[in-house]
């Protein structure tokens, strides 16, 4: 499966951003999905994570309340939607994927857990 996401740009703090991942492939229903991102400087950090049917979501504990994932399978494409935004959100933003229903919460969070990556898209939230 190939990932392309997209959606990341400049927005003030308090502001919304929607990020997409688009998917190829006619199984990506069977695939988790989960959002990760970067800061300059910094180490790729979890985000959220979404089943693959949906139903069972994860998130970080500094977006909880504040982003929301979800998924649509018939348009093969998960969704970031990102409210509140902080400058300490300011990063770049991968979706990643992989085989499989349901998973852990521990190895959600883990990025060697999936194996495909998206190319990153740029969001900056400005004070």
């Known amino acids: 499966v190939q990932l392309q996401a997209f959606g990341g740009g400049l927005v003030q703090a308090g502001g919304s951003l929607r990020l997409s991942c688009a998917a190829s492939?006619?199984?990506?229903?069977?695939?988790?999905t989960g959002w990760f991102r970067q800061a300059p400087g910094k180490e790729r950090e979890f985000v959220a994570h979404i089943s693959s049917s949906g139903v069972i979501t994860y998130y970080a504990d500094s977006v909880k309340g504040r982003f929301t994932i979800s998924r649509d399978n018939a348009k093969n494409t998960v969704y970031l939607q990102m409210n509140s935004l902080k400058p300490e959100d300011t990063a770049v933003y991968y979706c990643?994927?992989?085989?499989?229903?349901?998973?852990?919460?521990?190895?959600?969070?883990?990025?060697?857990?999936?194996?495909?990556w998206g190319q990153g898209t740029l969001v900056t939230v400005s004070s």
């Open positions: 492939g006619r199984t990506f229903s069977s695939y988790v």
């Open positions: 990643a994927a992989d085989p499989g229903g349901v998973w852990t919460g521990s190895s959600a969070r883990t990025k060697s857990r999936y194996g495909y």
